[in-house]
T-cell receptor, first 112, second 110 residues
Framework: DQQVKQNSPSLSVQEGRISILNCDYT??????FLWYKKYPAEGPTFLIS?????DKNEDGRFTVFLNKSAKHLSLHIVPSQPGDSAVYFC???????????FGQGTRLTINP | NAGVTQTPKFQVLKTGQSMTLQCAQD?????MYWYRQDPGMGLRLIYY???????DKGEVPNGYNVSRLNKREFSLRLESAAPSQTSVYFC?????????FGPGTRLTVT
């Protein structure tokens, strides 16, 4: 039972345009969501997060939106740059829990 | 401040061999984790340790054992490697909500 789903295995975007990565979850008890970025041959690195009490969090070119009624979050990257080409994982956490639940990942390719 | 370190970076084992993957963190975090990453499967939790002296199973613990040697170190052992354990293994430590990952160990079992 996949509680966190990233339904797009890959996404290709032109440099300078907006990249939108999507993530759906099934458990309404999740109360914190995170996005991680992973380059080949490296470990995932934390990118941005959002609490369930918010609907938007922004950090520079990166914005995460949370729609609790739809159980959906998205990561917007504007403008997209070649260095953004990586695999992006969304993850969710229950309050007080030790374990993150990860999605399958989306491979983002930024084309010059 | 090295963060989370893992050794070795690469390993090839024959079926039935054993080995231990080492992980250490220098951030004084209480919680540590072992994941495996397989194509199309995301990151799946093998075992975790909420604090020194405690360990718990994750989503895919079969075929693995762990030891939380002290606050810094958390090792993962494969007692009898199988081809299904071919994967990339990541160790992580946690502060508040965020987990910090090591660079990974690429393991191939033939």
């Amino acid at each position: 039972d996949q509680q966190v789903k990233q339904n797009s295995p890959s996404l290709s975007v032109q440099e300078g345009r907006i990249s939108i990565l999507n993530c759906d979850y099934t458990n309404s008890m999740f109360d914190y969501f995170l996005w991680y970025k992973k380059y080949p041959a490296e470990g995932p690195t934390f990118l941005i997060s959002i609490s369930s009490i918010k609907d938007k969090n922004e950090d520079g070119r990166f914005t995460v939106f949370l729609n609790k009624s739809a159980k959906h979050l998205s990561l917007h990257i504007v403008p997209s740059q070649p260095g953004d080409s990586a695999v992006y994982f969304c993850a969710a956490l229950f309050q007080g829990a030790q374990k993150l639940v990860f999605g399958q990942g989306t491979r983002l390719t930024i084309n010059p | 401040n090295a963060g989370v370190t893992q050794t070795p970076k690469f390993q090839v084992l024959k079926t039935g061999q054993s080995m231990t993957l080492q992980c250490a963190q220098d951030m004084n975090h209480n919680s540590m984790y072992w994941y495996r990453q397989d194509p199309g499967m995301g990151l799946r939790l093998i075992y975790y340790s909420a604090s020194e002296g405690t360990t718990d199973k994750g989503e895919v613990p079969n075929g693995y054992n762990v030891s939380r040697l002290n606050k810094r170190e958390f090792s993962l052992r494969l007692e009898s490697a199988a081809p299904s354990q071919t994967s990339v293994y990541f160790c992580a430590s946690r502060e508040h909500y965020e987990q910090y990952f090591g660079p990974g160990t690429r393991l191939t079992v033939t």
